[in-house]
């Protein structure tokens, strides 16, 4: 046989055409009809074609599997450019620097100088960089002097024609950006439009300045955000930027300075600064910027400032203003004083941020305007007084008092001698050390393959019964409290439904010691709340018997709880804790407890039924709980099933609590235990053990004919007055709460399917998991109303 012919063979055995009429034909290959079959049946060139690409693809997927393994054991590193354009901001991305270059193997650095820093009259700053053995991969002169608005709009146009050329060299998978400066905007901007991902160190805080307008228009150049504050992240939420693209990190020059601000040297430091003779904690330090939106206001206010320094008559070391508009007016009212010659002071432009910490940290006072007063100062305790009105909005520790507006120096001089020499505790607001690692965490999260785009979280137009934010679920919380026959609770209750601390204590007799307890209980509630991270949205109460919910008023009580009718709740707990306070029927609270963190959540109709001392319970229809004209709607314990049945705590006969509820049980087994129909052989009772419900049913599960009959006609009562109520609102779920639920779950379900219209027999009937209804029913109202969802 020809190589045509085999070839051709396995071309058919390859692609799955040979049949044995084929095989046949080769065994009888001497009839001289098998190469002839062969050409009839196929092209030959085509065949061709098709081994050859068949082969051709199997090499290129043996290779393409080579090229994936090779690339899953290296990983390209994440080229990350950090721009620093001013003294301020180096000392908050140094330290991310340092991370950065220390995971060399993780990360590749790209350094871009610009702005103040390569400018001779603000220190030439960016000497410090090249101090901190960082390699410079380009430095642009961006800055037009001038030191006014214009010269800010041009520093900024200038910055945006020079920076393509370099991001277009460098090519960063992400762009680190800090803060607030016009410098910081061109930067944004630039890797905006060229599509590279920024990352915005300390945006969504709040000040008095053009600078929030800045930040918050970096924030929405960002991609993604490193943020310092919970609150910072709060704002930035409510910016509509997306939750999964914000790091709560904490300020990264906490880092540093919580490390290093007790170093033994710090006397050296000082001396070095402010001569020999200067003591510790006996001198200020003044660093006092422009205000670009109200120039003329902050040079009044640092000429007042300096005034009262002079007063003052201690050393001060007072630091040069930033580049912003207005700072060179600012410098001559500085020299008209003869501040530079004076001997007290010492006028400097720039100092190294480890030499800066050590003198703030040991300073009797700081003053002026600078946000190292009201972020880095409170880290040492360092008293601070802030000027005028550019740190508006900061968040501060106790150690920052404000002088909005001065009309002369006397008011600065007074706030001078109530802050110096002081110390006060260290605060951590803006970071716990620990930023670095954090934000180099999330750097190693970015996935380069993700959309370039970035989306908003836009809220809902319409009204949204919940809100997707993870820390709000953990922080905010409700005051519950449970007004009870024999006790009193309250407890701090989280969003989730967890309960996080709960207090008791026996609920007194009169009126006046019931409400001294709610307050003083409710009072050490809030305070604990405080040191758990808590804030609490307001006060939910549970209480027995007929409530006016509108006006948090209960109208009349139950016999358990003595003079507690006609009882305004709201108005003393509210005018005492400063809080909202919402009061409903403890029926209805176990129904709102079902529905928000139990089985009628998302359930459109059901009703809950609480089974304990009374019978009681709450309608929810159209998921909103049914109140009724006049508040006694959902009293479930007394729905009559019998004309002549046993009087009920209500006056009336034949009531579901008179047959099914605890003191109905516990009626019923006295009884028998009086004519010695109760104990049974084997049951455990001690003589002066007082006989409850619980003896019952434990008579009735060991064989006790007696029990057995009593425990089946309260269910049958309470099964019956069940199907009345799906008769009447046609619920699609019925839950059995409190301390007999699931006793009585199994017979009442049996109840309806035997007595309930067909199509009733189908509703389910379940028991309870929540342990504290009361408590949380009483809180869900605080939770929903309080973060405007609806029920």
Not at 412 to 422: C, M, P, R, V
Not at 478 to 488: E, F, I, P, Y
Not at 528 to 543: K, P
Not at 721 to 750: A, K, R, T
């Amino acid at each position: 046989m020809s190589n045509s012919c085999l070839f051709l063979y396995r071309c058919l055995w390859d692609f799955g055409f040979l049949e044995p009429a084929g095989t046949s034909c080769l065994e009888h290959r001497g009839r001289g009809h098998s190469v002839q079959f062969l050409l009839q049946t196929l092209n030959t060139l085509r065949l061709q074609e098709l081994y050859s690409l068949r082969m051709q693809r199997s090499r290129e997927k043996m290779e393409r599997d080579k090229t994936e393994l090779h690339l899953s054991q290296f990983k390209r590193k994440l080229r990350v450019c950090v721009a620093t354009c001013n003294r301020a901001d180096y000392s908050k991305l140094a330290p991310i620097m340092f991370g950065i270059k220390a995971h060399s193997d993780e990360f590749e650095l790209e350094v871009v100088v610009l702005g103040s820093h390569l400018i001779d009259d603000y220190g030439n700053t960016f000497r410090m960089i090249e101090q901190d053995d960082f390699g410079i991969d380009s430095k642009l002169h961006t800055i037009v002097r001038g030191e006014d608005e214009a010269a800010m709009v041009e520093s900024v146009g200038l910055a945006l024609v020079k920076l393509p050329d370099v991001l277009q060299r460098l090519r960063p998978d992400i762009l680190i950006v800090h803060g607030d400066r016009f410098d910081a905007l061109a930067l944004a901007t630039a890797a905006a439009l060229m599509n590279i991902r920024i990352l915005h160190l300390e945006g969504g805080e709040v000040s008095g300045t053009i600078d929030d307008s800045i930040r918050h228009a970096i924030s929405k150049l960002a991609h993604y955000h490193a943020c310092c504050t919970r609150m910072a992240e709060q704002h930035l939420i409510a910016m509509c930027e997306d939750h999964s693209r914000i790091l709560l990190a904490g300020c990264p020059s906490y880092d540093k300075l919580l490390l290093t601000h007790h170093k033994d040297d710090y006397m050296d430091i000082i001396k070095s600064w402010l001569g020999d003779k200067v003591q510790d904690h006996d001198y200020i330090v003044a660093l006092q910027h422009p205000v670009t939106t109200d120039i003329q206001h902050s040079i009044k206010i640092y000429g007042l400032m300096l005034d009262a320094l002079l007063s003052f008559n201690k050393k001060t070391l007072i630091l040069f203003p930033n580049i912003d508009a207005g700072s060179k007016e600012m410098v001559r009212v500085m020299r008209k004083k003869g501040i530079e010659q004076h001997p007290n002071f010492r006028a400097v432009k720039h100092i190294p941020f480890e030499q800066f910490i050590q003198l703030v940290c040991h300073a009797g006072c700081m003053i002026g305007n600078s946000s190292c007063g009201v972020r880095e100062a409170g880290a040492f305790g360092t008293p601070v007084i802030n000027l005028g009105t550019r740190q508006t909005g900061r968040e501060t520790g106790e150690n920052v008092l404000h002088v909005r507006d001065a009309d002369t120096h006397n008011k600065i001089y007074h706030a001078l001698e109530l802050q110096f020499g002081k110390r006060y505790p260290c605060s951590k607001i803006y970071g716990d050390g620990s930023a670095v690692p954090r934000i180099l965490k999330f750097l190693r999260s970015i996935d380069l393959d993700e959309p370039l785009q970035k989306t908003f979280c836009f809220p809902p137009v319409k009204e949204s019964i919940s809100q997707d934010i993870d820390h709000i679920l953990e922080t905010q919380s409700a005051l519950a409290v449970d007004l009870g026959g024999t006790n009193l609770r309250v407890a701090i209750v989280c969003m989730r439904g967890k309960i996080l601390k709960k207090y008791t204590e026996n609920n007194p007799r009169t009126f006046e010691d019931r409400m001294d307890l709610i307050l003083k209980m409710c009072k050490d509630a809030v305070q604990d709340a405080v040191s758990i991270n808590c804030r609490i949205l307001g006060v939910g109460v549970s209480t027995g018997g007929r409530v006016n919910p509108q006006e948090g008023v209960v109208l009349h009580s139950t016999k358990l709880i003595q003079e507690w009718s006609c009882v305004n709740l709201r108005t003393p707990i509210s005018d005492a804790l400063h809080l909202p306070v919402w009061v409903d029927n403890d029926g209805n609270c176990a129904a709102l407890a079902e529905k928000k963190f139990g089985h009628g959540k998302g359930v459109e109709n059901f009703v809950t039924v609480i089974t304990g001392t009374g019978i009681g319970g709450g309608i929810i229809h159209h998921h909103e709980l049914i109140h009724g004209s006049t508040f006694c709607a959902a009293e479930l314990g007394h729905i009559m099933v019998s004309l002549e049945g046993p009087e009920c705590s209500c006056g009336s006969r034949g009531c579901i609590e008179a047959y099914a509820s605890g003191m109905a049980l516990q009626r019923e087994a006295k009884m028998l235990h009086d004519e010695d129909l109760l104990k049974v052989e084997g049951m455990d009772m001690k003589i002066c053990e007082p006989i409850t419900a619980a003896h019952l049913i434990s008579a009735a599960r060991m064989g006790n004919s007696k029990a057995a009959a009593v425990l089946h006609k309260a269910s049958t009562a309470l099964g019956v007055g069940i199907v009345n109520i799906l008769h009447i609102v046609n619920p699609s779920l019925v839950v059995l709460s409190g301390v007999l639920g699931s006793f009585y779950q199994e017979p009442v379900q049996q109840v309806i399917s035997q007595r309930a219209l067909t199509s009733a027999q189908t509703i389910r009937v379940v028991t309870s998991h929540l342990e504290e209804p009361a408590l949380l029913g009483a809180a869900s109202m605080v939770l929903d109303y309080a973060t405007r969802r609806t029920y």
